[in-house]
């Protein structure tokens, strides 16, 4: 359900911000089920619509085109028992661990959207993602409109330093609400990462299920509100 007025992104801001944590022992004190790593990109559209983007569904078996995968890190995970497939044993995380799991992908995130932002590139475009990868990890560019992008970005005087600004980031790690775990069905993430993901409708999801918010950068979560207050108009109260 997208914000059809000032009134309700001013509500979710709010929101928002009664959720913030300075520390990571405050985060793990929050409710929650798990912790999703994301940037300060993806809390402006919870912003301006009332969720959390998802991502493009990476299983080649499912057939639910509808939906957007959101990846995070639960802190427990029931799955198949490998000696007996009809029973199930339940994984249980400790928190910290998994918040700092939940840090380096908002690292990783916040890195590539910031630097698609300094270059004033597409973050929906591929081919500009692609070529963010390639600044980033040293990536060799594939050919056509990706090598021409990847070296006529290379010839700027000032690339060196955007992209050191970019690595610097560190974006932010959400806690999310214990109900997840009733209204939607976890899967298993990628072998050995202790991730597991939601499917959610096109538009994301729900700000309220958001228990906490931590930016490890204080100037990031300073940053947040400006940008805020000049995209939206938006004020802390």
Not at 109 to 119: D, K, V, Y
Not at 156 to 177: F, H, N, Y
Not at 180 to 189: A, E, K, N, S
């Amino acid at each position: 359900m997208h914000h059809d007025s000032q009134e309700s992104r001013q509500e979710t801001f709010e929101y928002m911000c009664s959720r913030l944590t300075c520390l990571p022992d405050e985060l793990a004190s929050c409710a929650s089920v798990g912790y999703h790593g994301t940037s300060i990109e993806s809390l402006l559209e919870i912003v301006r619509t009332g969720a959390l983007p998802g991502g493009t569904i990476e299983n080649p078996d499912s057939t639910d085109t509808q939906k957007q995968s959101l990846y995070f890190f639960p802190k427990g995970v029931t799955l198949p028992c490998p000696e007996d497939p009809r029973r199930s044993v339940t994984e249980v995380h400790e928190p910290l661990p998994l918040i700092e799991q939940a840090r380096a992908y908002a690292h990783t995130i916040e890195s590539q959207f910031a630097l698609l932002r300094a270059l004033n590139l597409d973050p929906t475009n591929s081919t500009h993602r692609s070529v963010i990868d390639c600044l980033l990890y040293h990536f060799e560019p594939r050919d056509g409109d990706e090598l021409e992008l990847y070296k006529g970005l290379h010839k700027r005087e000032d690339i060196e330093e955007i992209i050191s600004a970019a690595v610097k980031r560190r974006g932010v790690v959400l806690a999310l609400e214990p109900r997840l775990q009733t209204d939607f069905d976890f899967h298993p993430g990628d072998p050995g990462e202790n991730d597991a993901y939601i499917l959610v409708p096109p538009h994301g999801l729900e700000a309220s299920y958001i228990s906490g918010l931590w930016f490890p950068v204080p100037a990031e979560q300073e940053e947040f509100f400006t940008r805020s207050h000049d995209q939206f108009g938006l004020n802390r109260k």
